[in-house]
C-alpha cells in the first residue's frame, strides 16, 4: 500500500485543560505527569502545561491566551483537552456548561493562525471528533490534525491510546506511525485527521455529488428559476459556464488557500504545495472519467 506524507507538524510544548469534577479521576494531571516523565520529552525540551477550568468562558479565554502567546512569542501548542463531550452539545465542563462543536472550531481557528496553521488537538472527551463538522472546505482549518473518538468511550481507553500516541510522537518523531499504532489499537474508537486528507475528502465527495452532469443541469435550473422570480433571467448555458469556471479554479485554488490560510502565510504556498498538486491529480483522475464536469 502507497505511503502518503502529509505536512509535519512543529510543537514547544503540550498545553492540557482539564475540567472535571472534584470525585473524579485527574486525568488531565495523569498525562502531565506521564508526558513529564518519558525520556524524548526531556531531551527535546519540551514544554508540559497542565490547565484548569470550570466553565466554558474559562476555556475560551485560556485558548486566547496561548493564541496571543502564540503570535507574540512563537510557541507551538499542541492542545490537548480533556472533559467530557456530548455529540449535539460539544465540549462538556465541570460546572455543567458547554462550548458547542462550532464555537470550539472557531476559537482553535485563531490559534491555528497564530501558530501558522501548525495545531494538532488532543480532544479527550466523548464524541471529541465531531469536532470535524465544523471543518469545512469553505472556511479556514481549526487545526492541522486532530485526534478524538467518534462515540462514547471509558476514560480508562482514551488515557491508554493517548498515552501510546503522545509517546509515539515524541520518541519517533512520526506522527503517522503514531496514527497507524493507535488505529490497530482500537480501530473503532479513533478517529485520526490530517487538515490535507479531510480537504481531499470533502472536496472529491463534492465532486461526486455535485459535479455530475446531472447535478450540474439542476443547479443551473435552480439559478434560472431564481433569476426569472428576480426579474433579471439569465439562460441556463451561462450559469452552467459559471459553475464550471468555478469549479476549475476554486476547488484547488481559492478554497484551497482559504482553507490553508494562505494569503495570511505566503511562504506556507511552497510547505503545501505537495497536497495542493496530489488534489489536482485526483481532480484530473475524476475528470478522465467522463463522468464529472470541472
Known amino acids: 500500500m502507497a505511503t502518503i506524507s502529509f505536512t509535519p507538524l512543529i510543537m514547544s510544548e503540550v498545553v ?33 502545561r ?11 479565554e485560556q485558548i486566547r491566551a496561548h493564541t496571543a502567546d502564540a503570535t507574540e512569542n512563537g510557541t507551538r501548542p499542541i492542545l490537548h483537552v480533556e472533559c467530557h463531550g456530548s455529540m449535539e452539545g460539544g465540549l462538556q465542563f465541570a ?14 481557528r485563531g490559534l491555528n493562525a497564530a501558530t501558522g496553521v501548525n495545531l494538532m488537538v488532543g480532544i479527550s472527551a466523548c464524541y471529541g471528533a465531531h469536532l470535524l463538522g465544523d471543518m469545512a472546505s469553505m472556511k ?19 488515557m491508554a491510546g493517548f498515552r501510546l500516541f503522545y509517546r509515539t510522537v515524541f520518541e519517533t518523531g512520526r506522527a503517522g506511525l503514531a496514527t497507524t499504532k493507535l488505529a490497530h489499537q482500537a480501530p ?29 443541469r439542476r443547479r443551473a435550473l435552480d439559478l434560472f428559476r431564481r433569476s426569472q422570480r428576480d426579474g433579471f433571467p439569465v439562460s441556463m448555458g451561462t450559469f452552467k459556464r459559471e459553475i464550471l469556471r468555478a469549479h476549475s479554479k476554486d476547488l484547488s485554488g481559492a478554497m484551497f488557500d482559504t482553507f490553508f490560510m494562505l494569503d495570511a502565510f505566503p511562504t506556507n504556498r511552497q510547505r503545501f504545495d505537495h497536497a495542493r498538486r496530489r488534489l489536482e491529480a ?7 472519467t467522463g463522468l464529472y464536469m470541472l
Open 16 to 48: 492540557i485543560i482539564e475540567s472535571l469534577e472534584d470525585d473524579e479521576v485527574r486525568t488531565g494531571q495523569v498525562l502531565a505527569d506521564y508526558l513529564q516523565g518519558l525520556e524524548a520529552v526531556q531531551a527535546k525540551g519540551i514544554g508540559v
Open 50 to 60: 497542565l490547565l484548569r477550568c470550570t466553565h466554558a468562558a474559562e476555556c475560551i
Open 95 to 108: 460546572n455543567g456548561s458547554e462550548l458547542g462543536w462550532s464555537q470550539f472550531g472557531d476559537e482553535l
Open 140 to 158: 479556514p482549518a481549526p487545526c492541522l490534525m486532530m485526534i478524538g473518538p467518534m462515540q462514547e468511550v471509558h476514560a480508562s481507553d482514551l
Open 188 to 216: 473503532d474508537v479513533w478517529h485520526i485527521t490530517h487538515a490535507e486528507y479531510w480537504f481531499e475528502l470533502v472536496t472529491t465527495n463534492y465532486v461526486k455529488d455535485e459535479c455530475t452532469r446531472k447535478a450540474i
Open 282 to 288: 485526483k481532480l484530473d483522475g475524476l475528470r478522465r
